[in-house]
Structure formats: C-alpha cells, structure tokens
C-alpha cells in the first residue's frame, strides 16, 4: 500500500512538472530530461510511469479532462448570472489557474495529439445553450451565443498568455457579457451583477 500511494505521488508530481513545461515550451520544446529534472525525479522514475513523451502529453490532457468536467457540471441554468456567462468565467477561471488546462490548450492548438478537452467543453457549451437558449428577451440567439461564448473563450486564453492576469480577464468578460446582456425597456432580462473587482468593470484593461 505504501509502495502505490508513492507511486501515485511521483507519477502526479510528474505530470504536474510536465503540464508546466507543456504550457511554457509546447510540445516540440519540452523534452523528458527537463521534466524529470523539473520534479527532482530521475529519468528511471520518469520512464517507468511514461516511456514516451506522447503518454506523458496524454496524462496531462486527461487531467485536465477531468478537472474541466467537474468544473463545468457546476454551471447549471439556475446560476445566479446567465448561465453562458458564467460558462466562460468558468473556463477563464480554469485557465488561469489551472496549468493542466492551459497546457491542454496549448497541446490542441499545437495539434500535437488527439485531445477531447476542447471537445469536452464544445459539447457541455452546446448543451448548455440549447436549455437556456429558448429564454424570452432581448440579447443574442441560440447560435449566436454558441458562438460568442466560443470567441470569448478564445479571447480569455489569449490574453492570459499575453500577461493579462486572470483578475483583468475575468473583469474584461464580465464587462463584454454586461453589453450583450443589457436589459432593453421593458422587463428585466437576466444579466450579470456588479463586477466584485475593486475596480468598476468598465475600467478593466484592453487585452494586449
């Protein structure tokens, strides 16, 4: 039992140094000595968990599978703001903070091995869609939304890797989905709230 419980540790403290080097240098510029350098572990320990560095980028993008998955099960209709909007929060968030996902990302766009996280995502966007789509009131249709949460996504990721941080992404988000959202005259329609940044939405900074 003790043997696997090490074990386990050294395959996770693995795949975290390599989810690091993944979302620093891509797949072409991460090389196995330098992960295994990265975690203090020997090549041996390396090439017992993962003999090539394809299993290694496969480890690391279905953990970030499963972190989106759990994240996003989260977002339901009942959210307090609209439920796309906080879609895209939700991964703006998971980007920032969690490097699996950002190195998930990079490996997709890169096309460096089949990956399922942007489809896993896709997929619970199109659902999601689908079940709020249909609400009365102003604003985009379903399609339309589809889309815009999809270029928001985009836009979210590229800025965090231009050096915006994750707090000024998140603001940039709340502030684009507040004008898309915006209640015409008449009944309210569900939007977001007051941004909880210090600083008004408004005034968050243009992405780089």
């Given amino acids: 039992m003790v043997k696997q419980v090490r074990a386990e540790r050294t395959r996770q403290a693995l795949i975290a140094a390599a989810a ?3 979302d620093r240098q891509g797949y072409a510029g991460t090389s196995l000595s330098a992960v295994h350098r990265a975690c203090g572990m020997t090549m041996g320990a390396l090439s017992f968990h993962f003999p090539t560095k394809a299993e290694l980028a496969r480890a690391v993008v279905q953990e970030a599978e499963g972190i989106t998955r759990e994240a996003l099960t989260l977002i ?3 959210c307090p703001v609209h439920p796309v909007a906080a879609f895209t929060l939700a991964l703006a968030r998971l ?3 969690e490097v699996s996902v950002r190195a998930a990302a990079r490996l997709t766009h890169e096309q460096a091995l089949p990956s399922l996280w942007p489809a896993l995502w896709r997929t619970a966007l199109r659902e999601l869609v689908a079940t709020v789509g249909g609400r009365p009131g102003p604003g985009p249709d379903t399609g339309e939304l589809e889309l815009l949460a ?8 590229a800025s965090l890797r231009a050096g915006n941080t994750g707090e000024e992404v998140r603001a940039q988000l709340e502030c684009l989905w507040s004008l898309v959202l915006a209640p015409s005259p008449g009944p309210a ?5 007051p941004s909880t940044d210090e600083r008004p939405v408004g005034a968050a900074s243009a992405p780089n």
Avoid: H, I, K, R
């Fill in 95 to 97: 980007l920032d903070e």
């Fill in 189 to 193: 329609s569900q939007g977001l709230p």
């Fill in 20 to 22: 690091a080097e993944f």
């Fill in 150 to 157: 999809v270029y928001l996504t985009a836009g979210a990721e």
């Fill in 76 to 78: 339901t209709p009942a």
